[in-house]
C-alpha cells in the first residue's frame, strides 16, 4: 500500500497509529510485543482480504525463518488485546490451513508529518526534569505515577586461534560524526542497604537491567555490565567510578529484598563536578520491580535531555517479562554465565530454563540459554556440534519472540559463523548493529568475523568504533590487535597488546597475541615468556595447542610431542577436539597428520575453524591440494 503520510487507522474504538507504533482504545494506549505489533498492521493494511500464513510470516517476519507456531502465538496475543473470540471473530477470523482475514470495519486517516507530529507531541509534552535534587519518596508518592508510568524493561565469542573469549555486545558509525553531542553513563552494581543482606545476583541484576534498557538509546553511550562489575563494594565512590569510566554520568543506587517486599534507593550523579541530577527512593512488591526500573530509566533519560525517536521509544517501552519469578531466575543466570567457568555456565542453563518454565515468552532468557551454550562450546567443554545446535535453537527462539532484541543477533550471528554460513550471519551482526548502536561489543564479535574472513580494513574499522564507544575496554583493544595478527603486522599487534596491557597487565588474550606475533617473528624467548604469563593453574586443550605449537616452531620437538601426548590423554577425560592437535602438528612439520587432524575438526564443526583462511598457523600447509580443498568445504574458497 502506497502511503502519502503517516498511517492511522480506526477500527470500533481501537486506534492504530503505524508511524508512533502504538494501539490504543480511548485513551488506554494497549502494550503489545513488536511481532504481534507488525501483525496486527499487515492484516489491518490489507483489511478485508485473506491474507495467506506465507504471506504473513514473510511480510512480518523479514528474512527470518520462524515456524507457524510464532505466528499463532502472535495471532493469540491480540486477540486477547483486542477482546475477540476466535469463535465469534469481530476483527481475525481464521481461514483454516489457509490464513487470515481482518473483517473490522477500517476507516482510514491519512497524516502529514507536520499534523502528525504536532498531535504527537501536544499528547506527549511533558515538563522535562530539573537538574536539582529531588525529594525522596513520600507516602503515597508511588501512586501518582501508576496511571501514568510506561512499561520498559530489560564475552563469549571465543577469539579464533587462541582460544580465549572476546567480550560480548556497537555503535552506528554515522554516530561519530552527528552534531548531537553523544552523551555517556555507567549504571554500577547497586549496593546492599548493609552487608549482611547482600545479594549478588539481585544487584547485578537491577543494574543489567537499566544497562540493556539504557542501551537502546543512541544519544547515550552505555558502559556493559563487564565494565562496572567491580564496583559492587559498599565504600565505591560513584564519581570515581565515572572517571575511571570515562563517562559524563554514573547512576547507583541500593537494593534490598525482604520476602515480597523490595526497598531501592536510587541517584544520577554528574561525574564533572559530582553535583546530584535525580534522586529517588522506592518501597513495593517484588512484583512491581518493572515499574521501578521503568521509571528509573524514563528519568534518566528525562534528567539527560535525551530526546528518543520513533523507533527507539518502541524499543524502550517494550517490556520483557511481567513474571518477578522468571526475572530473578534470569539474573541469577546472567551472574552465573559472567563466571565463564564450566560449572557457572552449566548451573546458568538451569537457571535460564528455570526462567522460560515461568514465562513462554521471556527472550532475555532464551538469549541467555543461547549465550551459555556458545561460551560452552567456545571454550571446549563441549563439542561444538552440541553447543551450535542448542545454542542455535535458544537465539532462533529469542528471535522469534522479540526480533528486536539486539544482543539476541550478535548471538545468532555468532553461531551462523561456528556453522560456516557467512552471509546469515553478517546479515545478523548488521541488524544487530542497527538495534544497539552504541554496543562496543556487538563491533567487537563483528570486527572478529571480518578478522576471520580477511576483511582486515573492515575489521580495524569496528574495532576503533568499539574503542571510540569504550576506550578502556580490553575487548575492543583484543579486536584490533586480533585483526592485526591476521594481517602478519605481528609488531603492530604486539604493540597494540601491550596497551591492553596497560589497562589489565595480567590480561591472557593479551599475553597470547603476543606470544603467538613473537613466536611467528622467530623470536622464541620472547615468546615462551609472554606464553608462560597468560598459563593458566589448570590449561584448557586450547592453551596446550598453543604452547605446543609454540615448542615445535621452537624447534624444541621433543617439548611439543609431549603436548600431543597431554591432549590424548586429556581426551579420554573429557571433550578435546582436534583442532589443537593440528595446530601441533603443523608447528612440528608433519604435514599429512596437521591435514587429517584438519579434516576431522572439520567433521568436528570444531571451534576455532572460522579464521582457518588467514590463520598465520597454517601458512606452512596453504600449497597443499587438501587444504584448498578443506576451504572450499567451509565456503571460504578462493
Partial sequence: MKRSGKQVYRFDQYILEVAEHRLKRGEKEISLQPKAFETLVYLVERHGHLVKKDELLDGVWVGVVVSEGALTLRIKELRQALEDDAKRPR????????????????EEITETDETQESRVEDIREQPPIQNEVVASARPGRWASFRSARIAFFPLAGAVVLLGLALANYSFRPEAAVSPVRIKSIAVIPFKPLSAKDGDE??????????????????????????????????????????????????????????????????????????????????????????????????????????????????????????????YGLYSLGRHLWAQGTEEGLTKSIDYFRQAIRNDSNYAWAYAGLADSYIRLGSHGYIPMAESSSKAREAAAQALDIDEQLGEAHVSMGSILAGSWEWVESEKHYKRALELIPNDHAAHERYS???????????????????????????????????????????????????????????????????????????????????????????????????????YAMAGRKNEAQSVLEQLMELSKKRYVSSFPVAMIYTGLGEKKLAIESLEQAIRERAAHLAALKVDPTFDSLRLEPQFAQLLRQMGRGQ
Fill in 91 to 106: 476483527y481475525i477470523k481464521t481461514i483454516p490451513t489457509v490464513g487470515y482475514k481482518f473483517i473490522g470495519d477500517v
Fill in 201 to 326: 545476583a539481585l544487584e547485578m541484576g537491577m543494574a543489567d537491567s537499566l544497562i540493556a534498557k539504557l542501551n537502546n538509546v543512541s544519544q547515550l553511550i552505555v558502559r556493559p555490565l563487564s565494565a562496572v562489575r567491580n564496583y559492587r563494594t559498599l565504600e565505591q565512590d560513584a564519581v570515581a567510578a565515572g572517571r575511571e569510566q570515562g563517562v559524563d554520568t554514573v547512576l547507583d543506587g541500593s537494593i534490598q529484598r525482604s520476602g515480597e517486599r523490595i526497598r531501592i534507593r536510587v541517584r544520577l550523579v554528574s561525574v564533572e563536578d559530582g553535583k546530584l541530577l535525580w534522586t529517588d527512593e522506592f518501597d513495593e512488591k517484588f512484583t512491581n520491580v518493572f515499574s521501578v526500573q521503568d521509571l528509573i530509566s524514563e528519568q534518566v533519560v528525562r534528567a539527560l535531555a535525551v530526546k528518543l525517536t520513533g523507533e527507539e521509544r518502541a524499543l524502550f517501552t517494550k517490556q520483557l517479562t511481567q513474571n518477578a519469578e522468571a
Fill in 448 to 550: 572478529e568475523f571480518l578478522a576471520d574472513a580477511g576483511r582486515i580494513d573492515e575489521a580495524i574499522r569496528e574495532a576503533k568504533l568499539a574503542q571510540q564507544i569504550y576506550p578502556t575496554s580490553q575487548q575492543g583493544s583484543h579486536a584490533m590487535a586480533y585483526a592485526l595478527y591476521f594481517d602478519r603486522r605481528y609488531a603492530e599487534a604486539i604493540e597494540q597488546s601491550r596497551k591492553t596491557l596497560e589497562l589489565d597487565p595480567n590480561s591472557p588474550v593479551a599475553h597470547i597475541i603476543s606470544g603467538m606475533s613473537y613466536t611467528q617473528l622467530g623470536m622464541h624467548e620472547k615468546a615462551a615468556a609472554e606464553l608462560q604469563q597468560a598459563r593458566p593453574r589448570s590449561p584448557t586443550p586450547d592453551f596446550l595447542a598453543l604452547e605446543g605449537y609454540a
